[in-house]
């Protein structure tokens, strides 16, 4: 039995244009996502099996693409619902539009949101190979970071939650940006959903610390 399913868009193909285009939405929801929907119920099935026949020997690499494609399956999750139209998402997240504690989250983490924007921008791009900018929310000193994630994994503090995600695979945006993966970064501020980010952001906050005892 499947325990991942693909979740269903948010909105139609054509939502995000002119900035993301219909045809790499249908792509890469309906391919690459499902691939890694896949690819995480198919190694669950082979752990599972690995542990009847006590096959230990072959649990690392099992373990390590659970990790890549439930991570890649995690993040994509969130990223179809961190973008919207380009007439309702994009600018500035102010207290007025109702997202007040994300933005003074953003100035007190950053120094502004303009810095904040140079970061998770400048992390996005030069991700080598491929990999995320994300923003994160860090549960034991209650701020917000930034963090490269290679492929699926890697560079990410363990317990963070994810708030933003900016997909840098070259499946985002290669057919309609070619190898101008800035250009793309920079366009996908223009569809960021802050309201959803504000929501994650709200979602973590409130959240009790499991990492640590209190004092």
Do not use: C
């Amino acid at each position: 039995m499947s325990v991942y399913t693909l979740p269903e868009l948010p909105y139609d193909y054509s939502a995000l244009a002119p900035v993301i285009s219909p045809e790499i939405i249908e792509l890469h929801h309906d391919k690459h996502h499902a691939a890694y929907v896949k690819g995480a119920n198919d190694t669950l099935e082979q752990l599972a099996e690995a542990r009847d026949k006590e096959a230990w020997g072959a649990i690392n690499g099992l373990e390590k693409n659970l990790a890549f494609h439930l991570s890649g399956h995690i993040l994509h999750s969130v990223y179809w619902q961190n973008m919207t139209g380009p007439k309702d998402g994009g600018g500035e997240p102010l207290a007025q539009d109702g997202v007040g504690e994300l933005a003074d989250a953003i100035t007190e983490s950053f120094g502004s949101f303009a810095r904040f924007k140079a970061q998770l921008s400048k992390a996005s791009a030069t991700t080598q190979g491929s990999g995320w900018g994300v923003l994160a929310h860090e549960p034991l000193s209650g701020r917000l970071i930034v963090e490269q994630v290679y492929d699926h994994q890697g560079n990410v503090g363990q317990g963070a939650t994810p708030l933003l995600v900016f997909d840098a695979w070259e499946h985002a945006f290669y057919l309609q940006y070619r190898n101008q993966k800035v250009d793309f970064i920079e366009a996908m501020w223009q569809v960021v959903n802050w309201q959803d980010v504000a929501r994650r952001h709200q979602a973590a906050t409130s959240r009790a610390d499991v990492l640590l005892p209190a004092p």
